[in-house]
């Protein structure tokens, strides 16, 4: 009898195996963007026809997310995506949709980008606006620029 309920246990088990996958998905035009997720490289986004399907990135906890997708030749593009949890994620039903559930939910959150061709700098206006920056500043004001990593201290 024991033999038989721990097989029946193992079996509601196997049964009982939900889980919630939460993905973003990255998908860019042109493909082969570089993916980075709050300032860390996650990936590369994937062309429409690639066997694995689109570019995603798991992630565990919600909340506000920033994005870049940089690629060579093109200008840099980034934003924010909020990701809100659904109402299976709340307590106490979390609990049935992670453990309980006989099927695989997948949150699906998407970030869909056109980048848009770099154009060539102009390294002439670039040489006057620096020519501009020594004359109306003093050496002081640029080692507290270079001090605060960037930015004037209001």
């Not at 993916?35 to 026809?49: F, H």
């Not at 506000?64 to 039903?93: C, D, F, Q």
């Not at 695989?104 to 970030?111: A, F, G, L, N, S």
């Not at 060539?120 to 507290?144: H, I, K, N």
Request: glycine content about 6%; hydrophobic content about 35%.
């Amino acid at each position: 009898m024991p033999r038989r309920f721990a097989s029946l246990l193992c079996l509601c088990l196997l049964l009982c195996a939900g889980c919630v996958e939460r993905r973003i998905y990255v998908r860019s035009d042109p493909p082969g963007a570089d993916v980075y997720i709050d300032g860390e490289l996650v990936g590369q986004t994937r062309p429409a026809q690639h066997p694995d399907g689109p570019f995603y990135v798991n992630f565990s906890y919600y909340g506000r997310r920033e994005w870049t997708l940089r690629k060579p030749g093109y200008r840099t593009a980034s934003g924010e995506i909020e990701l809100v949890a659904p109402w299976y994620e709340y307590p106490p039903i979390d609990f049935f949709a992670e453990v309980l559930a006989p099927w695989k939910i997948v949150d699906r959150h998407e970030i869909s980008q056109k980048l848009v061709k770099a154009e060539p700098g102009d390294v002439e206006e670039l040489r006057r606006r620096a020519a501009d920056f020594r004359e109306e500043t003093t050496m002081a004001d640029r080692f507290e620029f270079a001090a605060n990593k960037g930015s004037w201290r209001r």
